[in-house]
């Protein structure tokens, strides 16, 4: 059975005196393995995204600092940490681009961010003073605090998990704000923030708040990433059938 090429969009890290580099957190990288799949970095080349796209299976949008207010037409919020600017077009573009090709995607606390804002939506720039909550949703990722999400059963998330709460981990200080046309909100935590949307006319354009790569053991985690890969490797069989003369680059992984 071959395994789906599933590349994930990088980050940028800057150390004064250092050239800047370009990185992901191995912890996505090992729970797409565990998958099944083969992940492989895509630095920042949003001028190169229709070719990026053209050799890979899916996208993972990973989780880092925020988005631009710019993007989506407002004034930046004294706690916005905007991420480096080459990522964020970068990260914008794979998701308008996966969208509209049907390739499978699945976005990651500021993925699921990323995937709404390249849609048309807006984000809320900091949960802690724009909505009263109880629920630690900033939480530290070296010490995540976890709190329950409502999934709604009739959506693709829904399937997937095979429950309507689910209990997670949580470190983001914004959040979905108007939900970008087509898309659909999957997930809400008890105080109304969204936690999950999809594009439900997509095969898998699937993104989640939470961190499931970091709750390696949990039998959600593996699903959403099984389920993931699963449709990369259908998309990957789709491609092969269309273009029969071609060798796809995910065709040459094999088990």
């Given at each position: 059975?071959?395994?789906?090429?599933i590349?994930?969009?990088?980050?940028?890290?800057?150390?004064?005196?250092?050239?800047d580099?370009?990185?992901?957190?191995?912890t996505?990288?090992e729970?797409?393995?565990?998958?099944?799949?083969?992940?492989?970095?895509?630095?920042?080349q949003?001028?190169?995204?229709?070719?990026?796209?053209?050799?890979?299976?899916?996208?993972?949008?990973?989780?880092?600092?925020?988005?631009?207010?710019?993007?989506?037409?407002?004034?930046?919020?004294?706690s916005?940490?905007?991420?480096?600017?080459?990522?964020?077009?970068?990260?914008?573009?794979?998701?308008?681009?996966a969208?509209?090709?049907?390739?499978?995607?699945?976005?990651?606390?500021?993925?699921?961010?990323?995937m709404?804002?390249?849609?048309?939506?807006?984000?809320?720039?900091?949960?802690g003073?724009?909505?009263?909550?109880?629920?630690?949703?900033?939480?530290?990722?070296?010490?995540?605090?976890?709190?329950?999400?409502?999934?709604?059963?009739?959506?693709?998330?829904?399937?997937?998990?095979?429950?309507?709460?689910?209990?997670?981990?949580?470190?983001?200080?914004?959040?979905v704000?108007?939900?970008?046309?087509?898309?659909r909100v999957?997930?809400?935590?008890?105080?109304?923030?969204?936690?999950?949307?999809?594009?439900?006319?997509?095969?898998?354009?699937?993104?989640?708040?939470?961190?499931?790569?970091?709750?390696?053991?949990?039998?959600?985690?593996?699903?959403?990433f099984g389920?993931?890969?699963?449709?990369?490797?259908t998309?990957a069989?789709?491609?092969?059938?269309?273009?029969?003369e071609?060798?796809?680059?995910?065709?040459?992984?094999?088990?």
């Amino acid at each position: 059975m071959n395994k789906p090429l599933i590349g994930i969009a990088s980050d940028v890290a800057h150390r004064g005196g250092e050239r800047d580099r370009a990185f992901v957190y191995t912890t996505y990288i090992e729970s797409l393995k565990r998958a099944g799949a083969v992940p492989v970095l895509i630095p920042p080349q949003p001028e190169n995204a229709a070719d990026v796209l053209d050799g890979l299976d899916g996208i993972l949008l990973a989780g880092g600092d925020d988005c631009d207010p710019a993007e989506y037409g407002e004034e930046k919020h004294p706690s916005c940490e905007p991420m480096d600017p080459r990522r964020q077009k970068n990260d914008l573009g794979l998701a308008k681009l996966a969208r509209q090709r049907g390739v499978p995607t699945l976005g990651i606390c500021l993925g699921v961010q990323v995937m709404n804002v390249a849609a048309g939506g807006t984000l809320i720039q900091d949960i802690g003073s724009a909505v009263g909550t109880k629920i630690d949703h900033a939480s530290e990722p070296s010490d995540r605090h976890r709190h329950d999400v409502l999934i709604d059963g009739a959506t693709k998330l829904g399937s997937i998990l095979g429950a309507k709460e689910l209990n997670v981990n949580s470190s983001h200080h914004q959040a979905v704000g108007r939900v970008a046309d087509g898309l659909r909100v999957t997930a809400h935590a008890p105080d109304g923030i969204v936690e999950g949307l999809e594009d439900p006319s997509h095969p898998f354009y699937v993104g989640v708040q939470w961190h499931p790569e970091d709750m390696p053991l949990e039998p959600s985690a593996t699903s959403i990433f099984g389920a993931f890969v699963e449709a990369a490797r259908t998309h990957a069989a789709r491609k092969e059938a269309a273009s029969p003369e071609l060798s796809p680059v995910g065709a040459a992984h094999s088990e």
